[in-house]
């Protein structure tokens, strides 16, 4: 985790650096001034995820029996939240644009004693927008993986798909050069379209995760096979003759109810102890689990694992 902190400190410092190049030569283009809040939002996950970090370092109180791991998921909802508001606003501002067929032009400047054109600095600052983001965004990727983070996972995304972002950019700001007024507009509403949507994937997942679903994998597209596993290595004890398991994602880990209908009545606690360490064994995320053994389980489906 503490490489992924200095990561998203890394983040922090180069979207100042991109954010000033940006602001200083957008000039009148409404996809550079796209770009540059594209580039402002993207500071928001780093935010986010570093102080998630440090709130899940505290230790359990007596107000917070489970601790402070679902910190993670508020900073995945808080990061959904405003990619979603914020697309919505630069497709509002963008298609407003478009329909009043407004005109931007790019000035030059003098440089040197020579006049340039102030849309190659424009180019420039795009590259410098998208190129490092995917770099970091690989980077994010994998420890995010690792981490089980969703936050991490969703900056991560947003950060390898920035070249497309500079891209759509950096066809507005040429089609302005060859005399395409409405190619910057169309450009931004392409930005904007695709902050909308990221926003409104995660904030579903967001959604999911509060409300107890079934765990997801990190990247939010099928369930996590974590449960039908432990459920397995159970039901393979020769003691256990029917096994439910009921997980839930509060932030990094999994915690939840373990319901075990044994063969016999002997040796309860000893058994409990080897639940515990068979879930230890299998994945750290299984930190704080619930072990009860019943006569028999209520539900009619909780004695076969799923299938994932």
């Known amino acids: ?56 370092r505290r230790e359990a109180t007596d107000a917070y029996r489970y601790g402070y791991h679902r910190a993670v998921t508020i900073a995945f909802l808080v990061a959904a939240v405003a990619l979603l508001g914020f697309g919505i606003y630069l497709l509002g501002e963008s298609l407003y644009t478009l329909i009043r067929a407004e005109r ?11 006049d340039l054109w102030l849309g190659w600095l424009m180019l420039a600052a795009l590259v410098w ?18 981490l089980h983070d969703k936050a991490l996972y969703t900056d991560a995304l947003m950060n390898k798909a920035d070249w497309m972002t500079g891209a759509a950019g950096m066809l507005g700001v040429l089609g302005i050069g060859l005399g395409l007024w409405w190619a910057d507009a169309v450009a931004a509403c392409a930005i904007a379209i695709d902050i909308t949507h990221d926003g409104g994937r995660n904030l579903i997942a967001a959604f999911g995760d509060l409300m107890d679903r079934r765990p997801r994998d990190v990247a939010c597209r099928s369930d996590d096979p974590l449960p039908d596993r432990l459920a397995a290595e159970l ?11 009921r ?17 016999d009545e002997s040796a309860p606690l000893q058994r409990t102890v080897q639940v515990h360490a068979i879930a230890r064994e299998l994945d750290w995320r299984l930190t704080d689990l619930t072990i009860q053994l ?12 799923r299938e994932s």
């Open 129 to 146: 927008s998208a190129v490092p983001t995917v770099i970091l965004g690989r980077i994010k990727l994998r420890l995010a993986e690792d």
């Open 1 to 56: 985790m503490r490489r992924a902190e200095r990561v998203e400190q890394v983040s922090l410092l180069y979207f100042v650096t991109a954010i000033a190049f940006t602001a200083v030569v957008m000039g009148e283009s409404q996809a550079m001034k796209t770009v540059w809040i594209d580039d402002i939002l993207g500071m928001v996950p780093p935010f986010a995820v570093l102080i998630a970090a440090r709130l899940r």
């Open 235 to 245: 039901v393979a004890l020769p003691w256990v003759h029917r096994a439910s398991v």
């Open 247 to 263: 997980l839930r994602e509060h932030g990094h880990v999994l915690i939840g109810e373990v319901y075990l209908v044994p063969v």
């Open 294 to 305: 019943v006569p028999a389980l209520v539900r009619a489906d909780d004695d076969e694992p």
């Open 104 to 114: 931007p032009t790019i000035g030059t400047a003098t440089v040197f004693g020579h």
